[in-house]
């Protein structure tokens, strides 16, 4: 079955940049649209940006102007540029995968990210 794996995710200050990346393996399929969600402890998913597999990316807006999301098709792998973080950007990520042909989900397991203030 398809595995994401996220990985890049830790702790760090207010202010200081993180590049998060998600690699996907076993497709047998084409991927359309991969994404990055965020999730806090007792609160809903939210979409941080996703990106088509032609390269037109949508962000949400509290992180635009300040992330960006970028993938290499041929690798599977998805990426998140994050720069001027901010403790509100404190969350686990996830990382998505949607099948082409039926628009099926795939996740990842997540990883944390923590800016302290």
């Known amino acids: 079955q398809v595995q994401l794996v996220e990985s890049g995710g830790g702790v760090v200050q207010a202010g200081a940049s993180m590049r998060l990346s998600c690699a996907a393996s076993?497709?047998?399929?084409?991927?359309?649209?991969m994404g990055w969600y965020r999730q806090e402890p007792g609160k809903q998913r939210e979409l941080v940006a996703t990106?088509?597999?032609?390269?037109?990316?949508e962000y949400e807006d509290s992180v635009k102007g300040r992330f960006t999301i970028s993938r290499d098709n041929a690798k599977n792998t998805v990426y998140l540029q994050m720069n001027s973080l901010i403790p509100e950007d404190t969350a686990r990520y996830f990382c998505?995968?949607?099948?082409?042909?039926?628009?099926?989900?795939?996740w990842g397991q997540g990883t944390q990210v923590t800016v302290s203030s």
């Open positions: 990106i088509t597999r032609g390269g037109d990316a």
């Open positions: 076993e497709v047998t399929f084409t991927i359309e649209t």
């Open positions: 998505v995968a949607q099948r082409y042909d039926d628009y099926k989900d795939y």
